[in-house]
């Protein structure tokens, strides 16, 4: 991490150049999710809701790169990445089967203005499945300020299991929604409007990350809660290429 006495709402946009990360740390949660605790070299500071690129060389110079949203907070010595490994995926499946703790990764970043949230400003956060990890950072970040209270985070996934960070999310007070399972009195489902319209009372912003398919019913699920279509940022994970 950088030595940077500024607060990060003042820190300056610059351009980001390709570096190099040293994965320090390699957990896989679940048999389809890796996270990743990278070292990045000459790092610049990010804020919540910003991602990496992570470009993979083979030996015959042939790259593929994809886009990773950081889940740690600024403040944390390392990056941290959460993927999905997906069938037949070819980066997602390579950071899970073959990365190893001490390999390097071609890495740049932080990169993303739009979906980055400002630290000062209440904002209501729908994510699905690993569209959770900006989230996670926003979260995290929100809770080193002591500003929880600004951010009203509801996380879904098909079921406990599918939903990373699921703990995390629960202790610092997101709801947590299952749409295939049960789960204490909620019943199996989406987030309706009746569970998302309250959360937007005081509301400026509203971030939405998850796939393609979850990001476009959550928008249409805030607009019909009164959202304003010009408050609401969203990123969506798709397939690529
Ligand atoms: C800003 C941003 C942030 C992101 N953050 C995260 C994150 O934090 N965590 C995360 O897990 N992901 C994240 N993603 C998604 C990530 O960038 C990759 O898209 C994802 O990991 C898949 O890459 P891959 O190389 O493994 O799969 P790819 O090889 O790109 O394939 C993806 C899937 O699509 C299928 N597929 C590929 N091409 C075709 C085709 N032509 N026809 C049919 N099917 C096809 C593959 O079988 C596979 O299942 C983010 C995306 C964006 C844009």
Known sequence: ???APLPIEEVQAVETAWTTGIVIEKAQPTDDLVQLRVHVQDRIRHRPGQHYLIRLRAPDDYTAQRSYSVASDDDDPLVEFLVERLPDGEVSSHLYD?????DELEVRGPIGRWFTWDTTTPAVVLVGGTGVVPAVAMLRTA?????TDLLRVVAVGRSPDHLPYRAELAKAG???AYTRV???TRAAGAPTADEVRPLLEGVELAYVCGSARFA???ETLLVDCGMPVE???VERFGPTG
Do not use: C, F, Q
């Open 98 to 102: 073959v990365v190893e703790v001490g």
């Open 216 to 218: 476009s019913y959550a």
């Open 231 to 233: 408050g609401i940022r």
């Open 143 to 147: 809770r080193r300020l002591g500003r």
């Open 182 to 184: 049960s789960a204490d």
């Open 174 to 176: 997101a709801s947590l």
């Open 1 to 3: 991490m950088t030595d």
